[in-house]
């Protein structure tokens, strides 16, 4: 299995409050990515990053930010978390050596706003 | 925008039989990925096959093969001997080649059920 770790694996809390997601890697992969999932839309991107310092939005970035100062940390922050971002999170990674690299995923953390 | 549809919400298959999920996607591009990732309950996400569009053969992954046909934008997943522990919900994934960064679009999902 790859050596990816999400903290907290289980989250309650309240709407308005901020939240952070923690992605840890031990392959020093460069590609870091983080998903959601919900029922009827299988998993959906919310935002990646290419290398320490360097992220970029996916499909469903609205109300998420990241950041990556170190390689083996991705972050995922919820600024003001709202009951729609109750959700299922998974980060994953690739070593993106090219574009079609497999993508490992991490446990999942569940996310739930009341 | 890239989209993959998975048609089959669910499917179910007896135990030792062989069950076909099927997956679509759109895209313009001529370099991509597809895959097939397993969700068991434990909710972990598992890779059960990888296919590269320019590879003519299709791939196959012990009891796992896919049907893939590019022209027809078509790439099902049919799983052979089917083993109870072969029960889970199924995804299927696309992905850009190039400088896509590796970025995943995926279906909705098949859950999948084997009885004994």
């Known amino acids: ?114 | 925008a890239q989209t993959v549809t998975q048609s089959q919400p669910e499917m179910s298959v007896q135990e030792a039989e062989t069950v076909t999920l099927s997956c679509t996607y759109d895209t313009s591009e001529s370099d991509y990925y597809l895959f097939w990732y397993k969700q068991p309950p434990s909710r972990q996400m598992i890779l059960v096959i990888r296919q590269e569009a320019y590879k003519q053969q299709n791939a196959t992954e012990n009891r796992f093969s896919v049907n893939f046909q590019k022209a027809a934008k078509s790439f099902s997943l049919k799983i052979s001997d089917s083993q109870l522990g072969d029960a889970a919900m199924y995804f299927c994934a696309y992905t850009a080649g190039g400088t896509s960064y590796g970025k995943l679009t995926f279906g909705q999902g098949t859950i999948l059920t084997v009885h004994p």
């Open chain 1, 1 to 114: 299995d790859a050596g990816i770790t999400q903290s907290p694996r289980h989250k309650v809390t309240e709407t308005g409050t901020p939240v952070t997601l923690r992605c840890h890697q031990t392959e020093n992969h460069r590609y870091m990515y983080w998903y959601r999932q919900d029922p009827g839309h299988g998993l959906r991107l919310i935002h990646y990053s290419y290398g320490v310092k360097d992220t970029d939005k996916g499909e469903v970035s609205d109300g998420y930010s990241v950041s990556r100062s170190k390689t083996e940390d991705f972050l995922l922050t919820l600024e003001s978390a709202t009951s729609s971002q109750t959700s299922v999170y998974f980060c994953a990674i690739s070593g993106g050596r090219q574009g079609g690299d497999t993508q490992y995923f991490g446990p999942g953390t569940r996310l739930t706003v009341l």
